[in-house]
């Protein structure tokens, strides 16, 4: 966990996100919370991962979903020496 991030104010987000029950929720929420930008940029990054995880090449990525180079490799760098966020909810997904 970085603990640049962690606070009390980033605590209580989680544990609002915690709440949600359905992905209508999530979209009612986060459409409250978020800038269009904003939400459409971590759906990216999300995406980019998911592509990333099934040996999609950076440019299979980049032409499916738009995201720069510097995006993917950021990513990749999260998959690779991250706090394993992305691997958690990629098993989840999975059950």
Request: aromatic share 10%.
């Given at each position: 966990?970085?603990?640049?991030?962690?606070?009390e104010?980033?605590d209580?987000?989680?544990?609002?996100?915690?709440c949600l029950?359905?992905?209508?929720e999530?979209?009612?929420f986060?459409?409250?919370?978020?800038t269009?930008?904003?939400?459409l940029?971590?759906?990216?990054?999300?995406?980019?991962?998911?592509?990333?995880?099934?040996?999609?090449?950076?440019?299979?990525?980049?032409e499916?979903?738009?995201?720069s180079?510097?995006?993917?490799?950021?990513?990749?760098?999260s998959?690779?020496?991250?706090?394993?966020?992305?691997?958690?909810?990629?098993e989840?997904?999975?059950?």
């Amino acid at each position: 966990m970085n603990k640049k991030i962690k606070n009390e104010a980033v605590d209580h987000l989680f544990q609002a996100v915690l709440c949600l029950e359905s992905v209508e929720e999530c979209y009612d929420f986060f459409e409250d919370l978020c800038t269009v930008n904003e939400l459409l940029s971590l759906s990216q990054r999300f995406e980019v991962a998911s592509m990333l995880k099934s040996h999609n090449t950076y440019l299979e990525i980049a032409e499916k979903t738009g995201a720069s180079t510097a995006t993917i490799s950021r990513v990749n760098r999260s998959l690779n020496y991250g706090n394993d966020g992305y691997e958690l909810i990629f098993e989840r997904l999975h059950k």
